[in-house]
C-alpha cells in the first residue's frame, strides 16, 4: 500500500521483483574514502532477469500491456541495453512476443560487445533483436516496425527506451518509497540520494517515491548535458503527474543532474568509472556496470572529494543493476 501516491495500488501490475531491495551500509568504502556514511539500495537485487532497475517499471508496463491485451512488446536501446535484456526477459516469462531495436551506437567496441553480456541474455529468451546501425534513429526505427507488426494482425504494446514511460517511471517510485522507509527505520536521514540516470524514468520516480521525506535526489548523467537531463527529467515529472493525475504540487520537486562523469560519451570507459568499479569491488565486494553504475558511483565518490557531505552525513547510492555488461568491457579493466 502507498500512502503518498495511491495510484501505485490501482494500477494493472505483474510481480516481478524480488522486493524490497536491501539497504546495506558500505563502511569499508566510507573509511577509504574519508566519510560520509555510504549507503546502498541494492537494486541490483531486484532478483527477476539478473537484476536492476527495469524490473520495477516493468511490473506497471508488462501491466499495461496485458490490459490492453497485446500479444507483442517492442522497445529500443543500445546493443547492451539492460533495459532490452528485462524486457525481453518478462515478455517471455508472460507468454508475449518480444522485438528489440538495438542501436550500434557506441564506438570502438569489442567482438564480445556484439555478441555476449546483455545481448546474449536477449536471444536467449527468444526475442526478436533488430541490431540497426547508429546512424538509425531507433524510436523512429521502432515505431515503424510497430506499425508493419500491426498491419500483421498484432497487438503491440510501445515500451519507449529505458521503460520511461510515465508509467514505467511511476513503477521506479516503489523504490523511492522502499528508500524513505527503510532509512527512517534505520534512523538514517540521508543528506542526498545519488544515481546514474539515463532515460530519466529512474530518476522521476524516486523523486515522486521520496517526495514526501524531503530527501533530495541527484542523478548523474551518462549521456546527456545538465541542462538536457535536467529539461527531460522536468517533463517526464510533470507528464507522469499530469497522466496519472498525482498531486500536482509534486511537479515541483527539485531536479538536480550532475554531468561530469560522462567521459567520452555513452557506453565509452572513463578512467572515473574504472576507479569507481574497482574501489567497489576492492572494498565492499560489490559489483557495479562500466556503462550506468560506474558513472554514477564516479560522481558520488568525487561530490565526497569535494566536501559537499560531512564526515557524520549518510548518503544513499541506488546500485541499478547492470552486471551483464561488465563482463564485455573486459579491455577496460586491463
Ligand atoms: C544499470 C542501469 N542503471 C541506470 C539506468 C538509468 O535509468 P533510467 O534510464 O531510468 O534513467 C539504466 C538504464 O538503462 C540502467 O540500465
Known amino acids: 500500500m502507498s500512502a503518498a501516491l495511491p495510484v501505485l495500488d490501482r494500477l494493472d501490475r505483474v510481480k516481478l521483483v524480488h522486493g524490497p531491495t536491501p539497504l546495506e551500509a558500505l563502511p569499508r568504502l566510507s573509511d ?147 528508500i524513505a522507509a527503510q532509512t527512517k527505520a534505520a534512523g538514517i536521514r540521508p543528506s542526498a540520494v545519488v544515481h546514474a540516470t539515463g532515460s530519466n524514468g529512474t530518476q522521476v520516480g524516486l523523486l515522486l517515491g521520496l517526495a514526501a521525506s524531503g530527501i533530495p535526489v541527484t542523478g548523474v548523467t551518462v549521456r546527456r548535458t545538465k541542462a538536457d537531463q535536467e529539461a527531460r527529467v522536468k517533463a517526464l515529472l510533470e507528464r507522469t503527474v499530469t497522466e496519472l493525475q498525482l498531486d500536482p504540487k509534486l511537479k515541483d520537486c527539485v531536479v538536480e543532474a550532475d554531468d561530469r562523469f560522462v567521459g567520452p560519451g555513452y557506453g565509452q570507459p572513463s578512467p572515473g568509472m574504472v576507479e569507481a568499479v574497482r574501489l567497489a569491488a576492492e572494498c565492499e565486494g560489490l559489483f557495479l556496470d562500466p556503462v550506468y553504475t560506474g558513472k554514477g558511483f564516479a560522481g558520488l565518490i568525487q561530490r565526497i572529494r569535494e566536501g559537499r557531505y560531512r564526515k557524520d552525513d549518510s548518503v544513499v547510492f541506488v546500485h541499478t543493476g547492470g552486471l551483464p555488461g561488465l563482463f564485455v568491457y573486459d579491455e577496460a579493466f586491463a
Not at 507468454?95 to 536477449?122: E, K
Open 32 to 178: 577509504r574514502l574519508g566519510g560520509p556514511r555510504i549507503y546502498v539500495k541494492r537494486d541490483d537485487c531486484t532478483g527477476f532477469a539478473a537484476g536492476g532497475n527495469k524490473g520495477r517499471k516493468l511490473e506497471y508496463l508488462m501491466g499495461a500491456a496485458l490490459k490492453a491485451g497485446a500479444d507483442t512488446v517492442i522497445t529500443v536501446g543500445a546493443v547492451q541495453t539492460n533495459h532490452g535484456r528485462q524486457t525481453a526477459a518478462a515478455a517471455a516469462k508472460l507468454g508475449l512476443r518480444c522485438v528489440l531495436v538495438l542501436t550500434d551506437s557506441v564506438p570502438g567496441r569489442s567482438a564480445a560487445y556484439h555478441a555476449s553480456g546483455n545481448f546474449l541474455l536477449d536471444r536467449l529468451t527468444g526475442a526478436e533483436c533488430r541490431v540497426v546501425p547508429a546512424e538509425v534513429n531507433g524510436e523512429e526505427e521502432m515505431e515503424r516496425i510497430a506499425d508493419e507488426l500491426r498491419r500483421a494482425g498484432r497487438v503491440v504494446y510501445v515500451i519507449p527506451g529505458g521503460g520511461s514511460s510515465p508509467i514505467g517511471a511511476l513503477g521506479y517510485a516503489v523504490a523511492g518509497e522502499e
